[in-house]
């Protein structure tokens, strides 16, 4: 995948996914046991995401319009018409909902310092420096490391690729348009900087700099598959993804994602998560902070 075909990528693959609007006030119908399960190895095929048996209300309240809109009462038959292979759109629709985007700006900071260190120390006249936000969601991760690479190579070359599974996501990543509730840990010399703000009716909400946006790729990746081309990274974020994953997945995900990374180069996952029994092809540098040995 071609980091300059990226986002014409990702911007015409989203058109395609359109949300129609569902009958208003429809209850969905309850979720049977085995409904559910079929959901359950759903989302797993699809993502490599394991929903837990409590996940049911979420199931039913992020699908229950879609039964409405195709006309349809009964999960069982939503699944049907997901898996008879004749609506790839309602698919990643479905995988869209399912699947948990919540992100901002900055956000687990420390991850952004190692980052600024990092560049700085291994920067090499003439190569650009890559970096690969592998779980963007809606692209304040990329856009917070887009702003760090400014701040610290300037005009050296550098590039980010933001990739998610969700499409839904990735559309709001390429438009780059954010609550202001987002923005809370962004820097204000950073939203000086690389934002617009907002007035009249777009009053409370930022914009990425087109300058800076231009600097930074999205489409779609499934870490459950086998990876693109995608090429080497000198850091990678895989941060708040893995949470998600059974061990088996976080096992081949992980594997998949050291492949891409420069000898050398930094992977760092969210503070909750460890890579500890998942790998022995990275160094421990700090909590949730890994280095492949050069
Ligand atoms: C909670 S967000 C994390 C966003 C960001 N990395 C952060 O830490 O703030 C998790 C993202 O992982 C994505 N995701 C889930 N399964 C995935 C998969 N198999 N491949 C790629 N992305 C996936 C979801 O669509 C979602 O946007």
């Excluded at 569902?22 to 079929?38: G, L, M």
């Excluded at 096992?251 to 969210?270: D, H, W």
């Amino acid at each position: 995948m071609s980091t300059s075909s990226t986002q014409g990528a990702a911007k015409s693959q989203c058109e395609q996914t359109r949300i129609e609007r569902p009958p208003a006030h429809v209850a969905p119908p309850p979720i049977t046991d085995a409904e559910f399960a079929r959901f359950q190895r759903f989302i797993f095929d699809a993502a490599g995401i394991t929903l837990g048996n409590a996940k049911k209300p979420l199931v039913i309240g992020r699908l229950g319009k879609r039964l409405g809109v195709h006309q349809l009462s009964s999960f069982g038959d939503y699944l049907k018409l997901l898996q008879s292979g004749g609506h790839p759109e309602e698919h990643q629709l479905a995988v869209d909902l399912l699947t948990t985007n919540e992100t901002y700006f900055f956000r687990e900071s420390k991850h952004f310092d190692s980052l600024r260190e990092h560049a700085l120390a291994t920067r090499t006249p003439g190569r650009s420096y890559r970096v690969w936000s592998a779980a963007s969601s809606t692209g304040e991760e990329a856009y917070g490391v887009a702003m760090v690479l400014a701040e610290t190579l300037g005009e050296a070359p550098w590039e980010v690729l933001g990739t998610d599974i969700s499409l839904r996501v990735l559309q709001d990543a390429v438009r780059g348009v954010y609550t202001m509730e987002r923005a809370r840990h962004l820097p204000p010399e950073l939203m000086r900087r690389y934002c617009l703000k907002g007035t009249d009716e777009h009053a409370g909400r930022l914009m990425i700099s087109r300058q800076l946006r231009d600097r930074v790729s999205f489409g779609q990746v499934n870490l459950n598959q086998a990876l693109p081309e995608l090429g080497r990274f000198d850091f990678v974020f895989l941060r708040n993804v893995m949470i998600y994953f059974n061990d088996d997945t976080k096992r081949q995900v992980v594997a998949r994602v050291v492949s891409t990374i420069q000898p050398g180069g930094c992977l760092c996952v969210g503070h909750s998560e460890s890579l500890h029994g998942l790998t022995d092809a990275l160094q421990s540098l700090a909590p949730a902070l890994y280095r492949r040995p050069s």
